[in-house]
Structures are given as structure tokens and as C-alpha cells.
């Protein structure tokens, strides 16, 4: 990483490109963004599956699942904890602080302020609390809606110092969560350290049991109710969990965007870094992130997924081999993008990431056909085995759509309307 790349505080004139009432031109997007866009939103369906089918406690812990779950189901809960879980939210994070750099980068040639990004973010937090109340609770937009007003403030900070920080402040926050989860697992598994923990052990068992009869009280309305009925228990019963996705964002999303920036900055997605290098970063990364998350998952499958120590391994101590295997696998995809985008399915990855916005949402609205009681109807009935082949479909329709939509129009459409609701005009949608 060069110093003079760290130093810069202008736009670089040869990555600005498009005019507000255009689109950035193919030959001027960064080809890395788009696909490594449209892998990370492949994956987030991946990740996301077990809670579309079921309440969120079943997304970390098998024993939600339908008769406490198989042996079958602790194997796919293992492949997700090490290769997805965090991975492809991760990913999509690192973007997501590149692309605001990029934004921001192309609005001052332009002569515009923040404000267009303030303007921008505040549509974006609306979809999000959208998202969360009409189709998915385990919405991401306004997560990230928060987390990019505050990295707005560290615009200006050097890359170098965009980078070390947002490094330094994520590895604090899985030390956070990792303190905070671990004594609870520490008494699940000692005997001694129960007796001495007094009321708190008994208090622990019935927060958990509470925790279990919410999941059981949102299972039975979204297998029984109307659309009106679950919309209706997310507002009156849910609504405090998007205070908790600003927890996250304090600990994990902002430090993850201050990455992507800097390494946006660096040349990094434009893979113009050394290539030896970085195929080092990657497998080294990725590799060694995942020895060391196979080793936490298989702790858990081993002892039979207790609640505390799973929650401890699931939210606290993965966030150390993750943040390796994300930025390895975004390294190993950067250095692949040359060769697999221009292939046919590197294509319709590139267009499934071109039009991530959409695919997100739509992909959450295609779910919950499936799954709501009052439409396809298999909430809470289906093992993790069995919800891969909605993973499969999902993916075949993303990638079916995007690129004949990108052939005929210049957006996506939620890309498109985000872009006139931010510009507050109506932009040229055919191409």
C-alpha cells in the first residue's frame, strides 16, 4: 500500500465517471464491485434462509428447529458458521464503505457536498425500516443507513488511518461481544461457576426460556396469521430489535465500512496492489480464518449446541476469524474478477450485483411467498437440509433476471428509484 495513495484527499479524476442524469458508463464501473457485489448477495441469501423459514433464535441455534433439529441439520449449521455466516454480510459491508467513498468521490468533481450522501442515506434508512416491517425483521439497509451517517464524519481521516482504525475499533468489538457472551457460557459449563453465580444462573435459564417463547409466539403468527397480522406483531412486538442492529453497527459495521473505504482508496478492488501479495493476503486469510472457525464450530457441534456457549461462538468469538476470511475472500475474488466476469455465469453474477438493491428485496419478498402461512406456507416446517433448495431457487432467479433487466434498462429498479428519490428528479430508466 503505497503512501501516496494513503495521503490523497481528492478525487481521482480517472475512477470519476457518470453525470446525475446518467449512469456510470460500463467501461468506467469498477468490474470488482459488481461481482464480488453479486457473490456477497448470493451468499447473504444463504446465510439469511434458516430466517426466513423460522424465528431468529433458529438462525444460530439448531435447537429451534422442528424436533430440535438432526444431525443432519448441526452438519449444514457447521458449513454455515465457517464458509457463511458473516462472511458475505461482511463483504457487502466492505463494499458498501467503498461504494460511499466512490459516491462521494464522483459528487465533489461534481462540485456537490455530503449532503447529497445524508440525502441519500436517509431514503436508504426509510427502505430499511420498510424492509423490516413488510417483509424481513433481519433486515440489513437500516443497519446500514446508521452506520454510514457516522463513517460520513471520517471522510476526511488519511486511508491509512481509515484503515488501522476501523480494524483496531472491529477487533474491540468481538472482545466486546466476546466478554460479554463468554461469562454466561463459562457458567452454562461449570458447575462450580453456577453455584457461585447465585440468582444470576437461574436468571440466565429463564431469559433464554423467554427467548424461546418469543420465537415460538412469531412462529405461531407467521404460520397462522394474516400479512396484516405479522405486520401488525412486528410493530407492537419487534420494533426494539432495530435498536439492536444500531448496537451492531457501532460494533461491527462501521469499523467494516472504514475498511472498505480505505482499502477502496488503496487501489485494492482495482487490483492495482501486487498481485503476489495479495494472492497471500487471500489464502492465507481465508484459509486460516476458516481452520480456526471450523475448530470454534465443531466445539459446539461436539458438545450438542448448548445455548450459551453456541450464542458465544456464533456472535462473539467468530468476529476474530471472520474479519481474515473476508478480507481474504474479497482479495482471492478481486484477483479472480478478470477472469470470471466475462464468462456467461461471471455475467449474471456481475448483473446480480449490479442490481444488489433489488435482488435483496425482491429475494426477501419471494421468501416470504414461501414461507408465510397466508401464502406458500412452510414457516417452521423444514430442516436446514431441506431449505437449501430455496437457497438454490433464489439464486436461479437472481441470476436469471438480472442480466436480461440490464440489457433493456440502465438500473435496477429499487436502484432506480433510490436514484430519483435522492436527486429528487426522475431519471431515464430504458436505456
Not at 457518470?18 to 457485489?37: L, M, W, Y
Amino acid at each position: 500500500m503505497s503512501a501516496s495513495a494513503a495521503a490523497s484527499e481528492q478525487p481521482d479524476p480517472a475512477r470519476v465517471g457518470g453525470t446525475p442524469d446518467q449512469p456510470v458508463a460500463d467501461s468506467e464501473r469498477i468490474a470488482s464491485f459488481d461481482f464480488i457485489r453479486g457473490i456477497a448477495v448470493l451468499g447473504i441469501l444463504f446465510a439469511n434462509i434458516t430466517a426466513y423459514g423460522h424465528p431468529m433464535v433458529a438462525y444460530f441455534w439448531p435447537g429451534a428447529l422442528p424436533g430440535g433439529g438432526t444431525a443432519a441439520d448441526g452438519w449444514v449449521w457447521l458449513f454455515q458458521f465457517v464458509f457463511v455466516d458473516g462472511k458475505f454480510r461482511g463483504l457487502f459491508t466492505l463494499l458498501f464503505g467503498a461504494g460511499l467513498y466512490l459516491f462521494m468521490e464522483r459528487a465533489w468533481a461534481r462540485g456537490r457536498t455530503r449532503a447529497l450522501q445524508v440525502r441519500r442515506l436517509l431514503w436508504l434508512m426509510l427502505f430499511g425500516v420498510a424492509h423490516f416491517y413488510l417483509l424481513f425483521v433481519g433486515d440489513i439497509l437500516f443497519l446500514y443507513s446508521v452506520s454510514g451517517f457516522a463513517v460520513l464524519l471520517m471522510l476526511r481521516w488519511q486511508a491509512r488511518t481509515q484503515l488501522t482504525i476501523g480494524l483496531v475499533w472491529y477487533l474491540l468489538g468481538a472482545l466486546a461481544f466476546t466478554a460479554a457472551l463468554g461469562t454466561q457460557a463459562a457458567i452454562e459449563a461449570v458447575p462450580e461457576a453456577r453455584e457461585q453465580a447465585g440468582e444470576a444462573w437461574p436468571r440466565m435459564q429463564a431469559q433464554w426460556r423467554q427467548q424461546i417463547a418469543d420465537g415460538a409466539a412469531e412462529a405461531q403468527v407467521v404460520r397462522e396469521g394474516s400479512y396484516r397480522d405479522v405486520v401488525a406483531y412486528r410493530f407492537t412486538e419487534q420494533s426494539e430489535q432495530l435498536a439492536i442492529y444500531a448496537a451492531i453497527a457501532v460494533f461491527e459495521t462501521i469499523p467494516l465500512m472504514l475498511m472498505g473505504m480505505a482499502l477502496y482508496r488503496f487501489g485494492f478492488f482495482a487490483a492495482t496492489i501486487d498481485r503476489g501479495r495479495m494472492r497471500r493476503w487471500g489464502w492465507n486469510g481465508f484459509l486460516g480464518g476458516a481452520a480456526i472457525s471450523l475448530a470454534l464450530g465443531g466445539w459446539a457441534v461436539d458438545r450438542g449446541f448448548p445455548p450459551f456457549l453456541t450464542q458465544l461462538l456464533f456472535n462473539g468469538l467468530s468476529g476474530f476469524p471472520r474479519i481474515a476470511m473476508v478480507i481474504g475472500l474479497a482479495a482471492l475474488l478481486v484477483l479472480w474478477t478478470a477472469r470470471a466476469a466475462p464468462t456467461a455465469l461471471g455475467g449474471r453474477v456481475a448483473a446480480a450485483g449490479r442490481m444488489a438493491f433489488s435482488n435483496y428485496i425482491g429475494t426477501s419478498l419471494v421468501m416470504m411467498l414461501v414461507f408465510h402461512g397466508w401464502a406458500g406456507g412452510f414457516y417452521g416446517e423444514l430442516n436446514r437440509t431441506a431449505l437449501l433448495a430455496f437457497v438454490l431457487l433464489g439464486w436461479t432467479l437472481m441470476l436469471a433476471w438480472s442480466k436480461p433487466w440490464l440489457d433493456r434498462f440502465s438500473y435496477g429498479p429499487l436502484e432506480w428509484l433510490w436514484r430519483c428519490l435522492t436527486y429528487g428528479r426522475l431519471f431515464p430508466l430504458r436505456r
